[in-house]
């Protein structure tokens, strides 16, 4: 079964817009990590946030988590053509990972 | 420095066979998870497997079966197939020990269709 849900479910905007997507999840994590995946392809580790932080950032990626409400953001700046794909959270640890639904980001030139 | 390697990449079966994907874990890996992604889902956990042994499964029924051998390599086994087996397998590998903030490598993926 999912974790939980990604919001939302797909998205579509302008190259040069920021891009954010949600995601909430049911129990208790130790972290969080969000993988983005070309169009029926594998799976691209992109972040990984522990549940005592609150904010972290790669390049043009920041995430954001409320443990509080179970939600994690993903937030991609000046997004580009190239940035088209799904994007995932997980939660779990070792490989046994718990995947969201996932959110379809479109950008267009 | 190789990383997560699948086969093969796509395949077509007929409901009751049965198959076999194949894959090996990214070098230094020794642990190996596999993954059913159906059309417009999340990956959903299936086993995981560390020194030749199933360590963890998911709601998977038994006609989905794994090995993992003395290299570290691993093959699902899915036998009398159904049309809702159809869909992305997925092999993931790391390294056991490293539970807190283990980055997972995934593989490509093996997709299978079902007729």
């Known amino acids: 079964s999912q974790q939980g849900e990604e919001d939302p479910q797909a998205l579509s905007i302008q190259e040069g817009e920021n891009a954010t997507m949600n995601c909430s999840y049911k129990?208790?994590?130790?972290?969080l990590q969000w993988y983005r995946q070309n169009s029926g392809r594998g799976l691209v580790h992109l972040i990984l946030i522990r549940s005592n932080e609150r904010e972290k950032h790669s390049g043009r990626l920041r995430v954001t988590l409320d443990t509080s409400k179970k939600s994690s953001s993903l937030l991609i700046t000046a997004s580009r053509a190239a940035d088209t794909a799904s994007y995932f959270c997980?939660?779990?640890?070792?490989?046994?990972?718990?995947f969201g639904t996932g959110t379809q980001l479109k950008v267009e030139l | 420095d190789a990383g997560v390697t699948q086969s093969p990449t796509h395949l077509i079966k007929t409901r009751g066979q049965q198959v076999t994907l194949r894959c090996s874990p990214k070098?230094?890996?020794?642990?190996v998870s596999w993954y059913q992604q159906a059309l417009g889902q999340g990956p959903q956990f299936i086993f995981q497997?560390?020194?030749?042994?199933?360590?963890q499964r998911g709601n998977f029924p038994d006609r989905f079966s794994g090995h993992q051998f003395p290299n570290y390599s691993s093959e699902l086994n899915v036998n009398a197939l159904l049309l809702g087996d159809s869909a992305l397998y997925l092999c993931?590998?790391?390294?056991?020990?490293?539970?807190?903030?283990?980055?997972?490598?995934f593989g490509e993926g093996s997709w299978l269709t079902v007729v």
């Open positions: 993931a590998s790391s390294l056991a020990g490293r539970v807190s903030g283990n980055t997972i490598y």
């Open positions: 129990t208790s994590i130790n972290n």
């Open positions: 997980a939660t779990g640890g070792g490989n046994k990972l718990t």
């Open positions: 070098s230094g890996h020794d642990t």
């Open positions: 497997y560390y020194e030749e042994e199933e360590r």
